[in-house]
């Protein structure tokens, strides 16, 4: 199968129904945004640690652990890289779940998609090529959504989380994984991220520890309505 057919295929499961869900892909000139006052971290290789080193430290178990993540769930994999959660994403949530996984550099998702195809063989994982302020995930499709040590690397992070909110289902969470440093220093200040993500009308359920992945585990869900985007005010960095 070609990286195209994952693509298409991708859509076409996600959708389970007669047509595919509305993708928004950042035509609508909605905006506009407020800039983030604060430091973006240049994008960075994923190539941090092993996957066999991570896993000795059960990284992606505990994460999706804490995630509350099931078979059956359809799960998004923002920044996917290399694929170390993708693939472990897949094995979790089984034959009758999703992974669709997203990253906006070209190389990585055919790569990936590459992968997917020869490692393990996994038929419910999907790669999909998005944009720097827009995942260009399908509304309502997502149990939960995964942005793993990448959310400092958000240059326009309103809009973002704007553009994504509509793809989480009714009881869908977001799963923050982020280091408690400043963000020029690839991590997030907890503060800060509650603050961001409530700007755009998501509520925090729950934020711990979590030394295995470098950082902490933060979860948010939807609260109220989308606000407008020239509503949105952003958070100041103090510090």
Known sequence: MKRGAVLLAGALLLAGCDSAPRVDDGQDKAGPFPAADRPIAHIISSRWSTEEARDRLNEAAEVMNGAGIKPGMTVADIGAGEGYYTIRLGERVGAKGRVVAEDIVPTVTDALSQRVLRERNLGNIFVQLGLPANPKLPDNSFDRVLMVHMY????????????????????????????????????????????????????????????????????????????????????????
């Open 152 to 239: 400092h690397e958000v240059d326009q992070p309103y809009e973002f989380l704007w553009r994504m909110r509509p793809s989480l289902k009714r009881d869908g969470l977001v799963v923050v994984v982020d280091a408690n440093r400043p963000t020029q220093n690839h991590g997030t200040p907890p503060a800060l991220l509650k603050c961001e993500f409530a700007a755009v009308g998501y509520t925090l359920v729950g934020m711990h520890d979590m030394p295995s992945a470098g950082g902490y585990l933060a979860t948010f869900r939807v609260a109220g309505l989308r606000p407008e985007p020239r509503a949105i005010r952003p958070c100041k960095l103090v510090g």
